[in-house]
């Protein structure tokens, strides 16, 4: 699955791709250079961000699942018990 940043996105990470060599670098980098780094970037990197993410997301997921049963549990046959329960004893 590639990934695919939105035109507004892809356009902000290529000028703080150059602002960071004009603030870091010996030389600047221009708009189409820092253009194919971030696709490189993208293409070569990207996914491994990506897959941690997928990996945090399912772990998370997996771990809520498995409150489920505590948060939404309701123990049976407990009809009589309320009753029990509420019952005076007769004298």
């Known amino acids: 699955m590639a990934i695919e940043l939105p035109k507004d996105t892809r356009k902000e990470a290529i000028a703080s791709i150059e602002r ?9 980098i221009g708009n189409i250079a820092a253009g194919g780094l971030l696709g490189f970037f993208l293409e070569e990197i990207g996914p491994v961000v990506y897959n941690q993410a997928v990996a945090d997301v399912q772990e ?6 498995a409150e489920l049963d505590l948060e939404v ?10 009753f029990e329960r509420q019952a005076k004893p007769r004298k």
């Open 20 to 28: 960071y060599f004009r603030e870091h670098m010996d030389e600047p």
């Open 60 to 65: 998370r997921l997996q771990a809520r699942v």
């Open 73 to 82: 549990h309701e123990d049976p046959f407990q009809y009589w018990r309320k």
